[in-house]
């Protein structure tokens, strides 16, 4: 696993703290033309062999090279402005992917991905985070459903899906600080929420307004303690 480790640092290390912006613009731009883009997967085979700790290993960073090579190339001539973000996921997405399965080939450690598979814990945290992420905001969103469409006028021009998008963060946070026993992170996260909400709450001046956000926020907050207890009860 250390080896894992090693590798995901030296992609890190050379996708975000060695990689300048002035280079990322000029691969967008000249894409296969651009020298920087050969010097950046220069860079990632020398990470490679610097964490490996030997030159034994440089068959290795030539694989992990091209692979780098061939990923970066797929994103350059795929994203345009309005894709920019979903490729950036799916470039690192496939980066890590690779080096695992890099890893594994080349390494062969012993996983038992039968037993991994059946584990409890797996199967408990799994549905505890899609709850939390997915079917919770569907439950608040049914169970105040009655006040959102009483103040659909008073909307401002808020993000678009800013409002679940920050449940599911809350209730998440909620959830990893009751699961490693950390209670009085929760009372400093809704203490700073509070703090935010105030100024557009104060402004409104609309009590219905301020009793929708507090209901939504309790409502939130004790779906994800209670799934957290049930969690770490099971566990």
Not at 58 to 71: K, T
Not at 202 to 208: D, H, L, P, T, V
């Amino acid at each position: 696993m250390i080896i894992l480790i090693k590798l995901i640092f030296a992609h890190l290390l050379g996708d975000f703290l060695l990689q300048p912006r002035t280079w990322v613009r000029e691969k967008e731009h000249h894409k296969l033309l651009s020298w920087r883009l050969y010097m950046h997967v220069l860079v990632h085979g020398i990470l490679v062999l610097l964490v490996m700790g030997s030159l034994q290993y440089w068959l290795l960073a030539l694989v992990i090279m091209a692979l780098h090579f061939l990923i970066d190339m797929l994103k350059l001539y795929a994203q345009n402005e309005s894709s920019r973000t979903r490729w950036f996921i799916i470039d690192q997405s496939l980066h890590i992917i690779g080096i695992v399965v890099l890893w594994f080939i080349w390494f062969k450690p012993t996983i038992n991905f039968a037993a991994w598979f059946n584990s409890q814990s797996l199967w408990l945290y799994a549905t505890a985070l899609l709850f939390l992420t997915f079917v919770a905001g569907v439950v608040v969103q049914i169970l105040m459903s009655r006040w959102t469409e009483a103040l659909n006028d008073l909307q401002d021009g808020s993000l678009a899906h800013a409002g679940r998008y920050i449940g599911m963060l809350e209730r998440l946070f909620v959830f990893v600080f009751i699961v490693v026993g950390q209670w009085q992170a929760i009372g400093f996260l809704l203490g700073a929420k509070s703090v935010f909400r105030f100024g557009d709450l104060r402004e409104s001046k609309n009590r219905q307004l301020t009793e929708y956000v507090l209901i939504g926020t309790l409502l939130s907050f004790a779906i994800a303690v209670a799934t957290a207890m049930l969690v770490v009860y099971l566990s």
